[in-house]
């Protein structure tokens, strides 16, 4: 009798894996039964999401679910398992949040689909334009965009009264203040990451400079590039910055705002919702403006952020994918997401009239003015390359040597266009 039922349960066996077995209600087909399952990375830790996805999950009415998935916080760690799983064509990923320099590279890989007819033109109804060429590559559309962020300049009212309107009067304050016995710090991004790129492109570009020419087959490092590395390695050596200048991120960077460490910031517009949640007594005494002039006389250039919501090419559901995707985006949920601690910049030009929006950022003028003249980071397949030279060529701030390492940067950079070289 053993014999017999061990010889059944061997046939069974063989029969599921050969996939003979037709699906009941406990053996799910292709690992799914029932209700499609919508799988989303990136953004789905933001504070907030929760709701959005709850909404989006009863709009949806059993058609699909959408299932969140965390990824790392930041953006180059989110990147490689992003190419590593696509590289892989792993159809268990549908909606990808994606940073918006990733459009061209996962483009041109073919990893993402494009969007065209009424998917186009649903994905651009009322964006801001800024945000739609992120998620735009050879003049094609790759992606919905999310949101979008430039940074600002934020600052402790109770310390300095009046923004300042250039870098050296935002340096003359907090010398004085740093005298004063006060709170002196400015607060920037300069951990070996993304943000960090993000940081040293606002000043470069503030400055009328770039890293690589429009089409992005030639480096443009020069004078310019040098003035941004003195002002960087300055910044870090003359005792106005925080002592953890070279691991500061984002959270870190707020936190030195919040402590009482900083008296300014240059942080994206999230920093209010945050700090609202965070803590009322400090949020009731942030200033902000539009960040500060590099170069005296000349309107300084925010380097563009934000998300966009690409449809990988593996979706087994690309078409409900797609659905999804716009579900989390709709005006409704842009305007949940900006008031969340969450912060996220809409990029529905609607949501910036919305009474709510306009009351949680009395500071949106700001924003749409920095918009209207922000910078992309350069639009290339290769902008991680890019990236990854300039990051590493300039850790730790203090180690700049501005005319030694604007010659690294050209050399590095060049030989990355020119597919030589290899990656620090």
Not at 73 to 95: I, K, N, P, T, Y
Not at 218 to 243: E, F, N, Q, R
Not at 295 to 301: D, L
């Amino acid at each position: 009798m053993r014999a017999r039922t061990t010889r059944r349960i061997r046939k069974l066996t063989a029969l599921i894996g050969t996939g003979v077995i037709a699906c009941g209600t406990l053996v799910a087909c292709g690992g799914e039964s029932g209700t499609p399952t919508i799988n989303v990375y990136g953004s789905t830790s933001d504070a907030g999401f929760d709701k959005i996805l709850n909404d989006c999950n009863k709009d949806a009415a059993g058609k699909y679910k959408i299932v969140p998935n965390l990824i790392p916080s930041d953006a180059d760690s989110q990147r490689e398992q992003f190419v590593r799983r696509l590289a892989a064509h792993d159809d268990g990923m549908d909606v990808l949040g994606m940073d918006v320099t990733w459009t061209a590279e996962f483009a041109e890989a073919g990893w993402i689909r494009e969007l065209t007819g009424a998917k186009k033109e649903a994905a651009s109804a009322g964006v801001l334009q800024p945000p739609l060429d992120t998620a735009t590559w050879k003049d094609k559309l790759y992606a919905i965009p999310r949101s979008t962020n430039v940074q600002l300049l934020w600052y402790r009212k109770s310390l300095v009264p009046t923004a300042p309107k250039t870098w050296d009067d935002v340096i003359a304050d907090s010398k004085k203040l740093k005298s004063e016995g006060k709170p002196y710090v400015i607060g920037i991004t300069a951990a070996q990451y993304e943000g960090y790129v993000v940081g040293f492109n606002t000043i470069l570009s503030s400055l009328g400079g770039t890293l690589v020419n429009d089409t992005s087959t030639k480096v443009t490092v020069d004078d310019k590039t040098v003035k941004a590395l003195s002002i960087l390695h300055d910044l870090a050596t003359d005792g106005l910055a925080s002592k953890s200048l070279s691991n500061s991120q984002e959270p870190e960077v707020f936190a030195q705002l919040q402590n009482g460490e900083a008296a300014f910031i240059m942080n994206w517009p999230y920093v209010q919702s945050a700090m609202n949640a965070a803590d009322k007594k400090v949020a009731a005494d942030l200033g902000v403006s539009r960040l500060p002039e590099f170069a005296p006389g000349e309107q300084s250039r925010a380097t563009l952020g934000g998300l966009n919501y690409a449809i990988s090419k593996y979706s087994k559901h690309p078409d409900l994918a797609f659905d999804a995707a716009m579900c989390l985006r709709d005006e409704k949920h842009q305007l949940d997401g900006a008031l969340s601690p969450a912060g996220n910049v809409p990029v529905l030009e609607s949501v910036f009239q919305k009474p709510e929006f306009q009351k949680a950022y009395p500071f949106y003028p700001d924003i749409l003015a920095e918009l209207k003249t922000a910078v992309p980071r350069p639009v290339t397949p290769l902008y991680q390359n890019i990236s990854t030279i300039v990051s590493t060529t300039l850790s730790p701030p203090a180690s700049i040597d501005p005319e030694k390492t604007a010659d690294k940067l050209k050399s590095s950079i060049q030989d990355a266009i020119d597919g030589k070289g290899i990656l620090p």
